[in-house]
């Protein structure tokens, strides 16, 4: 990894380093055709579970295995994932473009976005495992990174289940547009 000349953490804030001539145009345009699955994040449990779509996801690691999942740090989702210490990553099957658009949504009045969805408390970490997802991957938290209007969290892979058969749906396959 690039740590720039002087290193994480010597004194160069890279947030305010500004690349001149920068084409902000294709900028935007390459950044929303980066490949995107589209998720489900899930923390807490019972009627305190919680759940948020996510799109920046990826594998971090293979011993030990983890994974990356950026969150908006001034959100509850975020909120709700350093808390428990823990979350699952849901694999949204091709067609569960409507269980993205409803945690996509503000929750409602009764302060869950799940309503009549089916879900189960995974074995690893009691994160909610929707039902009609692909599969899902049950992280603990291991380290958080905050910086600009995201932080990255890493989680460290407890458990997996897989749930139904199909195909991810991808962030493409969506008339959404995120990034850049």
Not at 32 to 55: I, K, M, N
Not at 90 to 119: V, W
Not at 127 to 137: C, H, Q, R, T
Request: net charge negative; charged share 20%; hydrophobic share 40%.
């Amino acid at each position: 990894m690039h740590q720039g000349p002087e290193g994480l953490d010597g004194g160069v804030d890279l947030a305010e380093v500004v690349a001149p001539g920068v084409n902000e145009e294709a900028k935007r345009s390459l950044l929303r055709q980066l490949p995107h699955g589209v998720y489900v994040v899930t923390s807490g449990s019972g009627d305190r579970a919680h759940g948020f779509t996510a799109t920046w996801i990826t594998q971090a690691s293979f011993k030990p295995p983890l994974v990356v999942v950026a969150i908006r740090h001034d959100s509850q989702s975020y909120a709700s994932v350093t808390a428990s210490g823990a979350f699952a990553v849901n694999l949204l099957r091709k067609d569960g473009r409507a269980i993205a658009e409803r945690f996509f949504q503000p929750p409602s009045a009764s302060g869950s976005r799940f309503g009549e969805l089916a879900f189960h408390a995974g074995d690893a970490t009691g994160a909610p495992i929707l039902d009609d997802a692909l599969g899902a991957l049950e992280c603990k938290v291991v380290h958080v990174f905050d910086r600009g209007d995201h932080s990255v969290v890493v989680g460290e892979v407890l458990g997996a289940a897989t749930c139904r058969g199909g195909d991810l749906l991808l962030l493409a396959d969506t008339p959404w547009k995120y990034g850049g």
